[in-house]
């Protein structure tokens, strides 16, 4: 993800308590949780209506999401409080040529569109991991999961500790009350509704996202305190300044880092369960691959008022405002929050804040499900417990959304780089699962368990030898523009280098290519040479064509094979009654 989309973290802005603030969370509040209630009344009634998994219908939404719900949910897979705010900031930070987080989303979805809808859907998938044990086995295939759960886990606790900063300033309260308020109503509907709270309250959270920063701009725009943000220098491409604050700059030794980034935020946005969970959960494939196509339109769509706003706040006279002091570079990540509060009028800040508020939840709800998910299933039933029943399996996720959330929670109050933790586990994610789940799914026979282990120990290792100023280490292998960094008299270090080589992409092209040089070499050195087939400790000379195998999901257990001899009974004593007549 670009890192000048960082969502709020811990801010430096107090606030006494806003009434109005205060009112706007709480009735946008209990409007997303009263829907996430109705969406649960509705889950009870399908399952009465007919004979179903319910574990799976808490899952995927019994597989019926429709377009009109489809659109919002599938658009609320990256927009949130966090992408909103994130892309607000931008803005503001270093220009529209750096705001790659909206662009990169949308291409994503459109990709996942394309060439991952169609055949997952097909399929009839659960979780995004399920091809992998397919190929790989339940415990290799398993251990995808421990990148996956971690981009998930701290991209929720990256977005709850967003919501805690925009929260004290929008209601006065403190980061840590927000926090928890917000993760327990967000649990509570999902513990109950799954994926039909998730879905039914992603479309209210959308609208408000969409009408209320809407409606909010034009009053911003003819606030006394605010510059036109349309004027010429700001706008032009070329201005006599050396560059627009607007647009930004993108100076030529920064290229390798943009395009690492930005092919990371195109390739790297599909790999995740908070996507494919809305793919799995559409009523056919049709639905699923038009959706991803909307969503990415969407995806788009739903920046443009967050540019705006961020175009707005560079234009505005701060130390005029009741906010009383000028605009600093700590105050950037709260652009949307503050420019809502200071500058427009508190019936439209109402609307706005609440806006802001209840956004947060369309993307945390939606990743705690699907983090969830993949443990339960893909960890629980096909590891350690084959013959979980139904009712083992749904107790056994809802107690998972509950232990998760409380993870999230933890992370968000206590460890203050969460973003940048994100940001490392989604090089992860790009690094580790994107170039398998390609592979599982499109090129089967070109990959084996001899392949995986190599191609991403391979690439773990020259991610991790590569450094990170997040976790406070220097590179051990420096690419072509390393940016060495510089050191305090004492020896410490003061500023830590990074890289401006697109490594990321790098690492991920190798583990691609060590994947595929070795099962080619293994299958041929097996093939060629009998007597070794017994050494054959992985057993990948036994692996099963994927296309062969049967879906995971469709192997029943108890509760659905007692369910099916029922079914048949009923229809055959239908069958006997119209003979009957």
Known sequence: ??????????????????????????????????????????????????TSNKSEDM??????????????????????????????????????????APVGYSISLLLGGLF?????????????????????????????????????????ASILAALGTSLR????????????????????????????SVAFTDVFQLICIFVGLVFAIPFMTVNSHVTSPLRTDNVTLFPDAEYSPFFGKLKPEDGGLWVDYAIMLMFGGIPWQAYFQRVLSARDVSVARTLSFIAGVGC??????????????????????????????????????????HITHPAVAFIGLG??????????????????????????????????????????LRGTVIVNTCIAMLIAIFVKTVYGLYLICSDLVFILLFPHLVLVVHFPHRTNKYGMIAGFTVAFLLRALAGEPVLKYNAILKFPYYVEPTFNDDGSTDVYGYQRF??????????????????????????????????????????????????????????????????????GDKENGYAKI
């Not at 979780?127 to 999961?145: C, E, H, N, S, V």
Request: net charge negative; glycine share 6%.
């Open 502 to 571: 697109p490594f990321r992409n790098l690492c991920m092209a190798i583990n691609f290519l060590c994947t595929l040089t070795v099962t080619f070499a293994t299958q041929q050195l097996f093939s060629r040479v009998p007597a070794l087939q017994k050494y054959d400790c992985l057993g990948a000379l036994s692996e099963d064509s994927y296309e062969n195998t049967v879906p995971l999901e469709d192997t029943p257990t108890p509760d659905e094979e007692a369910e099916e001899e029922k079914e048949a009974k009923e229809n």
């Open 169 to 196: 300033v929008i209601c006065g309260i403190t980061d840590t009350a927000s926090i928890i308020a917000s993760a327990c109503i967000a649990m509570t509907y999902t513990l109950f509704g799954g994926l039909y």
């Open 116 to 156: 991952f809808a169609k055949k997952m859907r097909t399929k009839k998938f659960v979780t995004m991991l399920d091809p992998l044990q397919q190929k790989y086995g339940d415990p290799l295939g398993a251990l995808f999961y421990i990148p996956a759960f971690s981009g998930e886990i701290l991209w929720s």
């Open 355 to 396: 806006a802001v508020s209840a956004a947060v939840m369309s993307s945390t709800d939606s990743s705690i499900l699907g983090v969830s998910t993949m443990f339960t299933r893909n960890v629980f039933v096909h590891v350690f417990y084959r013959k979980a029943s139904d009712r083992v399996t749904l107790w056994f």
């Open 59 to 100: 899952m995927l939404a019994g597989r019926d999401i429709n377009y009109f719900v489809g659109v919002f949910t599938m658009t609320a897979t990256w927009v949130g409080g966090g992408y909103i705010n994130g892309t607000a900031e931008a803005i503001i930070k270093k220009g529209l040529v750096w705001c790659q």
């Open 300 to 341: 788009l769509l739903a920046a443009i008022p967050s540019i705006i706003i961020g175009l707005i706040a560079m234009n505005t006279n701060w130390e005029a405002t009741d906010y009383g002091k000028a605009f600093t570079p700590q105050d950037y990540k709260l652009a949307v929050p503050m420019t809502l509060l």
């Open 1 to 50: 993800m670009d890192p000048a989309t960082e969502p709020p973290t811990e801010g430096e802005v107090e606030q006494k308590l806003n009434v109005v603030g205060m009112i706007g969370m709480i009735v946008f509040y209990l409007i997303i949780f009263l829907a996430g209630i109705l969406a649960n009344k509705a889950l009870k009634r399908k399952s009465q209506r007919q």
